[in-house]
């Protein structure tokens, strides 16, 4: 069994930082990236950034210089600093794991969200 688990989101005023971090445990064979995505009320849920085991990452454009995402493979943890955020950027943030199980099967695993809230 897998387990994605988000922790760091609060409530932060308009240009300020805020880092959320997430881990997955239980047992698989690997990860192959991890992701961060969002979603408001109404809406769909949106890409907002993504690494590779490798490292590679990729980012929405509404976040691009604002957002890093890393990553600590040893720990099976993925972070994302957010600065010099906006108001817009407030949204439900959920971790996403793209893994290997033990028997060999590619799944992907979401945690249950944490809220970022962004005050003008």
């Known amino acids: 069994q897998v387990h994605v688990m988000e922790s760091g989101g609060g409530l932060v005023q308009a240009g300020g930082s805020l880092r959320v971090s997430c881990a997955a445990s239980?047992?698989?064979?690997?990860?192959?990236?991890m992701g961060w995505y969002r979603q408001v009320p109404g809406k769909q849920r949106e890409l907002v950034a993504r690494?590779?085991?490798?490292?590679?990452?990729n980012y929405a454009d509404s976040v691009k210089g604002r957002f890093t995402i890393s990553r600590d493979n040893a720990k099976n943890t993925v972070y994302l600093q957010m600065n010099n955020l906006k108001p817009e950027d407030t949204a439900v943030y959920y971790c996403?794991?793209?893994?290997?199980?033990?028997?060999?099967?590619?799944?992907?695993?979401w945690g249950k969200g944490t809220l970022v809230t962004v005050s003008s």
């Open positions: 996403n794991a793209d893994l290997v199980t033990t028997n060999y099967y590619n799944i992907n695993a």
């Open positions: 239980g047992s698989f064979f690997s990860i192959n990236a």
């Open positions: 690494i590779t085991s490798g490292g590679s990452t």
